[in-house]
């Protein structure tokens, strides 16, 4: 090995470990100019009702209609 | 006419005029429509997005349907001076009522702590992103003011004449009028006056029905979120009718908890509504432009 082949394999260790140290930071720290973001969870989609008629039932009905309120 | 069963309550629907297919068929839609949104926004169902956003330890994004519910109920905190208040979920807990109501399925032997009173102000909303985060304690319960939103939302899928009606909260559209019998709180089977409304909405509120035994102790549903407790006022009901049923079941709400003299003074301040107030010494007072057919 001569020492010119010997300094550019140093100097692809030192880029290397360089690199690897970037990425390694990028991944557990942002950077520090940047606001942090905090991703909101999405509330599970509601299950809605299944899509089959509801069941309803006919009633007899008042000439007038008279409705009762009350609490409920 | 035609009925089903929602949120705890018997649903009726009727168009008088439609054939009777087509009376069916739209009666269907708004029972799909009343068990969407029960599924959607019940607190008494795991599954639903309102127990998850209860659950909720850190932010969460909500549907569009949730978010504006939480806008609207924002506005009647305002417009009733926090009377009105969604977030006493943990309140109706601790009063017993953590299940649906059935009469007698709540009673038990020892209460519970009261908690912290809550308030929907504690609730963060970024409308943008429809981003919510709850505050500690709250625990948000829409109630009756979801049932009137509801009925008001299946009689706009309606043609006039209809009527929409569950269990008291009703919306009562074109024709002639409708008559509403306003029950007897103490006498069920009793009408105590009865009243032409039309295009207008109804209902009553009142501590009559969802009772039920903490030890030695008779608890009801209607939280004044002013102490956090069961609240003690001096009207045994009020039946409010309103432009619809959400705003007729919000105010009869306030108005059983400002009581008699308060609500009264509240009701003289906003003249589009009419009131049928029974004190628990059955004094009955109308309050408003009301039609009595029958007294």
Known sequence: MTMTSAREWRLWIVAAIAGAYTLAWSQIAPPSAAPRRVTAAVAPAP??????????????????????TRSS | M???????????????????ADERDLAVQVARRFAETEQRFSRFRADSELSALNRAEAPIVVSPELAELLRVARG?????????????????????????????????????????????????????????TRGAGVQLDFGGFLKGRTVDQA?????????????????????????????????????????????????TSAANRRRWRVGDEDVHHLIDPRTGAASRSDLAQVTVIAESAERADVTAKVVFLLGAADGARYLEQHRELAAVLVTRERRVQLIGNLEVIDA
């Open chain 1, 47 to 68: 299950r809605v009702a299944p899509r089959v008629a509801p069941t309803v039932r006919r009633v007899p009905a008042s000439h007038p209609i008279r409705i009762r």
């Open chain 2, 2 to 20: 035609w009925t089903f069963r929602a949120m705890n309550t018997e649903v009726v629907v009727a168009t008088p005029g439609l054939p009777d």
């Open chain 2, 76 to 132: 009647h905190v305002a417009d009733t001076g926090g009377l009105f208040e969604p977030a006493i979920g943990a309140a109706l807990s601790a009063a017993g009522y953590d299940r649906s109501f059935a009469p007698g399925a709540l009673d038990r032997a020892t209460p519970r702590a009261w908690p912290r009173p809550a308030r929907l102000a504690d609730v963060a909303i970024d409308e943008p992103t429809r981003r919510v």
């Open chain 2, 155 to 203: 009689s706009a899928m309606l043609p006039a004449p209809s009527v929409v009606d569950a269990g008291g909260d009703a919306m009562l559209r074109g024709g002639e009028g409708w008559i509403v019998d306003v029950e007897d709180p103490f006498d069920p089977a009793a009408t105590l006056v009865s009243l032409r409304v039309r295009d207008r909405g109804v209902a």
